[in-house]
């Protein structure tokens, strides 16, 4: 996510509270076990000692695929105007449960600056539409990126049973505003609801970072019924993705353990059903970029945040 535009809130200052406490539940045994049977396979289990099924991978770019993009098979075929609905969920563990996936930005915002900086009501105030998202100094955009990691868990969590609908998939010029993508879940009854994003700080600031939704109740948003189950939601998300990706917690943002709350996000505050973002790198940091430029290591977090959908949907 960007940090010019209408999610924009200035990173807190960190407060040290000791181990990153996401980080070392997340990698017991059980789940040092599973990434290592992921990076020989291309695929990993819930291997975090909790009994739950894990997501099984199928996509080639898991286990051989080159880490530069114009090498790697594509991670879905190409989007059609009705690509976004859902298709017939397979039988399995999720069977009846509905994922939402919100790739951040769209690749065609750039072009429509007009429409995108317009303001929409997000519950407690008015903001813009949408923005353009951020990219490496390479030039390899959010926006391609957020969607590369849905296809990816489009596949992982439709193999499961669930039933997947991604919030836009390039099929529309711009958007969806961040009141529409709200909506998008809410009026899907989704069971889940998880926003990709790519963050865009400065060079030396590492790290993913899972934001909550805080509780708001204040004009068209209430957020009080869904912070609890955001919350879980996020933590399962959060230990999953160090697991299987080996990424740390942000080291700009955040206490250490990887967990964000924030009270300014549209996407978040107008949601009735339970929601995260998770940001899954600095954009702008080249270790960062170098990871999420790498098709091999978007698969894992695809994974990753796929795996802690399952383990929260199962309970």
């Not at 959010?142 to 969607?147: C, G, N, Q, R, Y």
């Not at 939704?213 to 939601?233: K, N």
Request: glycine share 14%; proline share 7%.
């Amino acid at each position: 996510m960007s940090y010019v535009g209408p999610d924009f809130e200035p990173p807190q200052p960190r407060r040290r509270r000791g181990p990153l406490t996401v980080a070392l539940a997340a990698l017991v045994p059980g789940a040092l076990l599973g990434w290592l049977v992921y990076e020989t396979v291309g695929g990993s289990g819930d291997g975090g000692g909790s009994g739950r099924a894990g997501v099984r991978s199928s996509s080639p770019a898991a286990s051989s695929a080159p880490s530069d993009d114009a090498k790697e098979p594509s991670a879905s075929p190409k989007p059609t105007a009705t690509s976004s609905a859902s298709a017939p969920a397979a039988t399995g563990p999720l069977k009846g449960k509905v994922v939402v996936i919100d790739p951040g930005h769209n690749p065609g915002n750039f072009q429509h600056a007009s429409e995108i900086n317009r303001q929409v009501n997000i519950g407690t105030n008015a903001k813009e539409c949408d923005t353009t998202g951020t990219s490496t100094n390479g030039g390899y955009t959010e926006a391609k990126f957020t969607l590369d990691v849905a296809h990816r868990m489009r596949t992982l969590l439709r193999e499961q049973g669930a039933t997947v609908k991604l919030t836009q998939d390039g099929d529309r010029p711009f958007g969806p505003c961040v009141d529409e993508r709200a909506r998008i879940g809410n009026q899907a009854k989704a069971d889940a609801v998880v926003s990709i994003h790519a963050d865009g700080s400065g060079a030396g600031n590492r790290g993913f970072h899972v934001i909550l939704p805080g509780a708001v109740h204040a004009g068209a948003a209430d957020t009080r019924a869904i912070v609890g189950p955001s919350r879980d939601l996020g933590e399962r998300v959060a230990g999953r993705f160090v697991a299987v990706t080996g990424s740390a917690p942000s080291n700009y943002i955040g206490d250490g353990g990887g967990l964000v709350t924030r009270r300014d996000l549209g996407g978040l505050n107008l949601s009735t059903v339970p929601k995260v973002f998770i940001e899954c790198g600095n954009m702008r940091d080249s270790k960062d970029a170098a990871l999420l430029t790498s098709g091999v290591w978007r698969q894992k977090a695809a994974q990753g945040i796929s795996e802690g959908i399952v383990s929260f949907l199962r309970g």
